[in-house]
């Protein structure tokens, strides 16, 4: 699942390089890792926290626009933006 994660958010930041958002070169060395706490999800990304420097934004507007990027996924019921820039995403019990 951590795989699938990342190939969605890969396709969100393509998308917002095209756009213009983030810089075409930028290469954006993140994390998708298990989350702590389950009140926070099942996966979390630290992409735009370190992504928004590079771009020269506000990682929790960053990460508005990364969610709104992000192709629908039959496996995720939910992304949330916590913290400075986290995102979290809470995916389907069945896929456990």
Known sequence: MKKRLE???ETAVSAL????VLPVD???PF???????AKHGDFASNLAMVAGKAARAIPRQLAERIIAALPVDSAVTKVEIAGPG???FHLKT???
Request: hydrophobic letters at 45%; glycine letters at 8%; zero cysteines.
């Open 26 to 28: 930028l290469g954006i």
């Open 94 to 96: 069945s896929i456990f």
């Open 86 to 88: 986290f995102l979290n």
């Open 7 to 9: 190939a969605l958010l």
């Open 17 to 20: 390089k095209t756009e213009g």
């Open 31 to 37: 994390q998708v890792e298990r989350t702590r706490d």
